[in-house]
């Protein structure tokens, strides 16, 4: 089958590239959960169990600023369907979210925050404070991954790359990355990308070239 390309212009290339990093801030959802008879009594269960935990925070050196204002619901609970469903009580859930800079103390405050009535720690998030410079490092490299594979293809079919007529910045978790990422074989990578301990900020790029 032949195929027809209606309207000549030039090439077209996706670059992509990532850049790995120690993470050096940490953030964490923990949430207190208590059931009880009554509203009220869920309501004041939870607020000790949110009072504990403040407490637990600031012993560790967690300033306030570090966490969010807690979200407060309440609700039936029930267990089991249709006439035998029975009627367990008032639950009243609080979640925080804090945000931890000095990574040596992350174990010890998830086990005192568990000891002082946490009950679910529902996400734990590692981070980079310095993400903006390391994703423009990762886009520039995808800049220069793009325009090898340009010229790669250019040099295999006896023509020389013209300008850069077109440039679109691509979402690497996007659906557009996915068309293209098995063709991302410039993207540089390496042990340290599944290896616990590291960040992956990643970069990817589309690019347009005229050919001379």
Not at 37 to 64: K, M
Not at 72 to 93: D, I, P, V
Request: hydrophobic share 40%; charged share 25%; glycine share 8%.
């Amino acid at each position: 089958m032949q195929m027809k390309i209606d309207s000549p212009w030039g090439i077209s290339v996706y670059g992509a590239a990532s850049v790995n990093a120690t993470p050096d801030l940490v953030r964490l959802r923990i949430a207190v959960d208590r059931i009880e008879q009554t509203a009220g009594g869920a309501f004041g269960s939870a607020r000790e169990g949110v009072a504990a935990l403040r407490r637990t925070f600031r012993e560790h050196g967690v300033p306030d600023t570090a966490v969010s204002s807690s979200q407060l619901g309440l609700r039936t609970e029930w267990e089991g369907y249709n006439a035998s469903r029975k009627f367990l009580g008032y639950r009243c859930q609080a979640d925080f979210s804090v945000t931890l800079t000095e990574m040596d103390t992350l174990e010890p405050l998830l086990v005192a925050a568990v000891e002082a009535g946490a009950n679910r720690v529902d996400r734990v998030d590692f981070d980079v404070r310095d993400k903006p410079e390391l994703r423009a490092r990762a886009r520039t490299e995808a800049v220069a991954a793009a325009r090898r594979k340009a010229e790669l293809y250019a040099e295999a079919a006896g023509v020389t790359l013209g300008a850069v007529l077109h440039i679109e910045d691509v979402d690497p978790e996007g659906p557009l990355a996915s068309r293209y990422r098995s063709h991302a074989v410039d993207a540089p990578s390496g042990e340290g990308d599944l290896s616990p301990g590291q960040v992956t900020v990643q970069g990817a790029v589309l690019l347009g070239f005229a050919l001379r």
